[in-house]
């Protein structure tokens, strides 16, 4: 069986060369790509996943030393998440795949956080930093979008320190091992290459440091953007039409779980859970 793949093109910030990154281009804008044998396999294993299933890792810092290769452009939902802030920040609380299914889960794998250094990378309106703070962790937290920066900043006033950064970039300004809890939810899929982002993780944890992380789940997210190139890290994006009344085209990266997982292992992690949470009694 054969299935068109549109190969997005990016608003010039990427070419279609390096949507298709690894040993093969398959395929350019507007032709047909044949499925992987194995991908079809997948397919038929995962079919009654939901599309909004994430899935969450715990990570424990190894001692294994790791550098940074390679920046990356310009963040891909930048415009996105300056024209969704405000309407993101009025509904997250609240919003229920986040309050009931991916932040429940995603605060179940923290270990204890009182007096502990906390990153919060891609804060957004600073949901996590709070209920951090809250429990007497100490925050510093990040975040590309300067909307979602000022929302933070007005939600966590004085109690943590909320800077601009793009975390496809190196994180100079942070010392090295000087966290004891990095805390990413649902912002690494805006990132193309996590080698760069993990390093950088690594370094700034303190061995022994978790690294927790929340992500869309790969094979929902292959079946939900009806992807022919399983194993390679694609551009794709959708319509959010969650948020109302705002209305944005997100872009982001989808990518197999040997991509999601071999980049955690190769910057020095051990992995020790990953959860495919379902949600709470609430949702
Ligand atoms: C879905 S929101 C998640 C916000 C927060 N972690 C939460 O769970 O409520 C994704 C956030 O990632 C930020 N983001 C996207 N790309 C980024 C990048 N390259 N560097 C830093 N932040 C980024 C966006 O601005 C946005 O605030």
Same mark, same amino acid.
């Given at each position: 069986?054969?299935?068109?793949?549109?190969?997005?093109?990016?608003?010039?910030?990427?070419?279609?060369?390096?949507?298709?990154?690894?040993?093969?281009?398959?395929?350019?804008?507007?032709?047909?790509?044949?499925?992987?044998?194995?991908?079809?396999? /997948?397919?038929?294993?995962?079919?009654?996943?939901?599309?909004?299933?994430?899935? =969450?890792?715990?990570?424990?810092?190894?001692?294994?030393?790791?550098?940074?290769?390679?920046?990356? &452009?310009?963040? =891909?939902?930048?415009?996105?998440?300056?024209? $969704?802030?405000? #309407?993101?920040?009025?509904? /997250?609380?609240? !919003? %229920?795949?986040?309050?009931?299914?991916?932040?429940?889960?995603?605060?179940?794998? $923290? %270990?204890?956080? @009182?007096? !502990?250094?906390?990153?919060?990378?891609?804060?957004?309106?600073?949901?996590? +930093?709070?209920?951090?703070?809250?429990?007497?962790?100490?925050?510093?937290?990040? &975040?590309?979008?300067? @909307?979602?920066?000022?929302?933070?900043?007005?939600?966590?006033?004085?109690?943590?320190?909320?800077?601009?950064? &793009?975390?496809? !970039?190196?994180?100079?300004?942070?010392?090295?091992?000087?966290? *004891? =809890?990095?805390? +990413?939810? $649902?912002? $690494?899929?805006? /990132?193309? *290459?996590?080698?760069?982002?993990?390093?950088?993780?690594?370094?700034?944890?303190?061995?022994?440091?978790?690294? /927790?992380?929340?992500?869309?789940?790969?094979?929902? *997210?292959?079946?939900?953007? @009806? +992807?022919?190139?399983?194993?390679?890290?694609?551009?794709?994006?959708?319509?959010?039409?969650?948020?109302?009344?705002?209305?944005?085209?997100?872009? #982001?990266?989808?990518? #197999?779980?040997?991509?999601?997982?071999? %980049?955690?292992?190769?910057?020095?992690?051990?992995?020790?859970?990953?959860?495919?949470?379902?949600?709470?009694?609430?949702?």
């Amino acid at each position: 069986m054969e299935q068109p793949v549109r190969c997005l093109n990016v608003q010039g910030e990427h070419s279609v060369k390096r949507l298709f990154t690894s040993h093969q281009i398959i395929g350019r804008e507007g032709e047909t790509v044949t499925l992987y044998e194995l991908a079809r396999l /997948i397919l038929r294993c995962v079919n009654s996943v939901s599309p909004h299933v994430n899935s =969450i890792v715990r990570l424990l810092r190894s001692n294994n030393e790791a550098g940074f290769e390679m920046m990356s &452009d310009k963040p =891909i939902a930048f415009a996105a998440y300056e024209t $969704l802030a405000e #309407s993101y920040a009025a509904v /997250i609380d609240t !919003k %229920p795949h986040n309050a009931y299914c991916e932040r429940p889960a995603t605060l179940s794998l $923290l %270990p204890a956080v @009182k007096n !502990k250094r906390v990153l919060d990378a891609g804060c957004g309106p600073g949901v996590y +930093s709070q209920w951090l703070i809250e429990r007497g962790a100490s925050v510093v937290a990040l &975040d590309a979008s300067p @909307k979602m920066v000022e929302l933070a900043k007005e939600r966590l006033g004085e109690t943590a320190e909320v800077r601009q950064a &793009d975390l496809g !970039k190196p994180l100079t300004f942070l010392d090295t091992s000087a966290f *004891d =809890i990095v805390l +990413s939810p $649902l912002v $690494l899929e805006y /990132i193309e *290459d996590w080698h760069n982002t993990f390093a950088e993780f690594y370094r700034v944890l303190r061995p022994t440091g978790h690294l /927790i992380f929340s992500v869309t789940h790969p094979f929902s *997210d292959y079946l939900y953007f @009806k +992807s022919n190139n399983y194993f390679e890290t694609e551009l794709v994006g959708s319509e959010w039409r969650g948020f109302k009344p705002v209305r944005v085209h997100m872009p #982001s990266f989808r990518r #197999s779980l040997s991509a999601t997982l071999n %980049p955690l292992i190769e910057a020095g992690f051990y992995l020790e859970r990953i959860l495919e949470p379902k949600p709470t009694e609430e949702f």
